[in-house]
């Protein structure tokens, strides 16, 4: 018995220390599991602010904040970045005035970045060392001013990349040849650089949009690319053979550099003729504003919104002059007037005290998004070619505008009226333009819109103008401005037109240059838009819905059927080549073909160049409500979201 008595004591006291010991590895890999995940959050803000530090001008990215987390699950807290799973997943780094050289060295370090894109900004120098970010999927860098040679090897071991944006940049040279190594490249856009030599052999077959137009290429098109939209190859006078021209007749070259001194020369005497009216022009404003400030000091809306501290802070550092009236005069200077009663009020004083972003620069003026003490979100669009109309008259037809209530409508919330400059208010809509939906960045990724979410959002734009018509019936064109840009989608891909009903204030010569009513071919031939005008710019946009094309209509200041994207849908139906009309984005179509062909007839029927052809917006109505979704195959493999450079404004796709 006594033998087992130091046995009987000992065992329980070995069990308690096992368990003891145990429960102490286990607090230590906890505790040291929390602090390798912080030191992770922690090191992927340090990349960033590394990053941002290497960049000359970098004001737009003033939140990303060291104490905040950058993601915060599959939110990102800092401007421009993309999360999932709390993990860095993208930087849509667009339209923020961004200066300087791209370091990626500092990105090295983001193991799950997979989408860059700086597009709209003013970045330079070299092509930078992206084959160091190897997991990258989707690379933008258009509209930069990018320069030189593009080194053969730039895109080696990018096994994973599949969308490549470099257009309007400036680089030269021949087109990296790695770039036909990528297995999985499905978008190419190198249109407007100064690339030269021959086309090399792009052998994938998931290569499906292709665009080296505006280059200085020559030769033979590759037999690979010969199936691809002759567009992809315009602009290089010395390409040759499938889609475009044989190459059995020989171009003549020695002309060209003669050619070229006449037009240098002719740019030259113009840019003097223009430098001289400039120099008379400011010359006489100059006396006018100087003779004016003599008769009546005051202060300008320019001085309230810019001061020292640029455009991006501007909500947060004035303050306007109180200026004292009648009581209740509407739009008061300093006052913001409410044309709803179903929004918080708020005065212009907290408006400039928000926190604001820029969301770009319109055709109009410039966008901000503000956030109010209250997280309420508001846009607000600065317009200075507004004087079309009166004081009295403005503010009438500002509430008409804010008696308007339709579900496919983004309501005018509040206005503020100025004699040189009048603000929109409206409220901040998460998904974007449509344009952006479908055309540029893609830097999610993810299937872009599909037939039925496309169709949805024809039918909504078809009832909000309808609306428009007939609570507007004293307007010509109810909407005027109808464009992908002006159709904001909500977080239910629900479509909501905006910049409506302007042309009544909007500055005669203004709108002819900018407006789509004006861009009708009614007006460019007749000099008069009708009711049918805003059809018109219907069709285009049901056009530029079904193809994916973005139509040239949107930049020319004139109508031009040569451009037009009616002209080209016709001339693929013409050439038998309807399968090659759709955008690939919309994925497979199955049952629903016979549907699609019906929307496009419909869609051609309203760019009809001749008034009284072109369908009434009742048939319309009736035709498109009839049309079903179907069922869809598999979808496509491109994004959605970019910088939208039209009225509208651009966001992140969620």
């Not at 940049?169 to 021949?174: D, P, R, T, V």
């Not at 409506?500 to 009708?520: C, E, F, G, R, T």
């Not at 008034?611 to 319309?620: A, I, T, Y």
Request: hydrophobic share 40%; glycine share 8%; aromatic share 8%.
């Amino acid at each position: 018995m006594g033998a087992h008595v130091p046995t009987l004591v000992r065992a329980p006291a070995a069990a308690i220390t096992s368990k003891i010991l145990n429960l102490f590895i286990l607090v230590i890999v906890v505790v040291l599991s929390c602090i390798n995940m912080s030191a992770f959050g922690g090191m992927d803000a340090d990349a960033l602010l590394n990053f941002k530090a290497s960049l000359t001008i970098a004001k737009s990215l003033s939140n990303w904040d060291p104490s905040v987390n950058p993601c915060s699950g599959n939110n990102g807290n800092w401007v421009g970045v993309i999360c999932f799973q709390d993990n860095i997943w993208g930087l849509r780094l667009e339209n923020m005035g961004l200066m300087g050289r791209i370091d990626v060295d500092p990105l090295v370090t983001l193991p799950y970045l997979r989408t860059l894109s700086v597009m709209n900004n003013t970045f330079s120098g070299p092509f930078p060392d992206l084959n160091k970010l190897s997991k990258l999927k989707s690379v933008f860098l258009s509209y930069n001013h990018f320069t030189g040679e593009i080194p053969s090897d730039a895109f080696s071991g990018m096994n994973s990349l599949k969308k490549v944006l470099l257009s309007n940049n400036e680089f030269s040279g021949k087109i990296p040849s790695s770039l036909t190594g990528l297995p999985k490249l499905m978008v190419l856009d190198l249109e407007g650089n100064k690339f030269k030599g021959q086309i090399p052999h792009f052998q994938q077959t998931s290569l499906n949009k292709l665009n080296l137009a505006y280059n200085e290429l020559e030769g033979p098109i590759p037999a690979s690319l010969s199936k691809m939209d002759p567009s992809s190859f315009e602009g290089n006078t010395y390409l040759c053979g499938p889609p475009l021209a044989s190459c059995s007749t020989p171009r003549v070259r020695k002309k060209a550099p003669v050619l070229k001194i006449v037009l240098i020369v002719l740019v030259i005497v113009l840019i003097l003729a223009l430098i001289a009216a400039a120099v008379l022009i400011f010359h006489l404003r100059s006396k006018q504003s100087s003779a004016s400030r003599q008769q009546q000091p005051r202060t300008t809306y320019d001085q309230v919104i810019y001061g020292n501290r640029g455009e991006h802070d501007q909500y947060r550092h004035h303050k306007v002059p109180e200026h004292r009236g009648k009581h209740g005069k509407r739009g008061e200077h300093g006052k913001l007037a409410f044309v709803r009663d179903d929004r918080d009020k708020f005065d212009l004083q907290d408006l400039l005290r928000a926190s604001a972003e820029i969301l770009g620069s319109a055709t109009f003026g410039s966008s901000y998004k503000a956030v109010m003490m209250d997280g309420q979100a508001i846009v607000v669009k600065r317009y200075k070619q507004m004087n079309n109309v009166e004081r009295e008259d403005f503010h009438e037809h500002m509430r008409r505008l804010g008696c308007l209530n339709h579900p496919n409508l983004l309501p005018l919330v509040a206005y503020y009226y100025r004699k040189e400059e009048k603000l929109l208010l409206s409220d901040f809509v998460e998904n974007g333009c449509l344009a952006s939906q479908l055309h540029g960045n893609h830097n999610l990724d993810q299937p872009g819109l599909d037939w039925p979410t496309r169709l949805r959002i024809v039918k909504g734009v078809v009832k909000g103008l309808a609306y428009l018509c007939k609570a507007l019936p004293s307007l010509v064109a109810p909407h005027g401005h109808l464009k992908s840009s002006n159709v904001l989608l909500d977080e239910s891909f629900e479509p909501l037109l905006t910049d409506y009903a302007l042309i009544p204030v909007i500055n005669l010569d203004h709108a002819q240059m900018l407006m789509m009513a004006y861009k009708s071919p009614e007006y460019a031939e007749q000099g008069r838009i009708t009711k049918k005008t805003d059809i018109w710019s219907l069709g285009i946009l049901i056009l530029e819905i079904l193809t994916g094309k973005f139509p040239e209509n949107y930049m020319t200041q004139r109508h031009n059927s040569d451009a037009d994207i009616a002209s080209w849908v016709n001339e693929m139906i013409k050439e038998k080549r309807i399968s090659e009309v759709f955008d690939v984005d919309m994925g497979g179509v199955g049952s629903s073909k016979g549907e699609l062909l019906k929307l496009l007839k419909i869609g051609l029927s309203c760019c009809e160049a001749d008034v009284e052809r072109r369908l009434d917006l009742k048939d319309v109505v009736e035709q498109i409500e009839e049309l079903k979704e179907g069922e869809i195959d598999e979808p496509g493999e491109y994004s959605s979201s970019v910088t939208c450079k039209g009225d509208g404004y651009s966001s992140r796709a969620v």
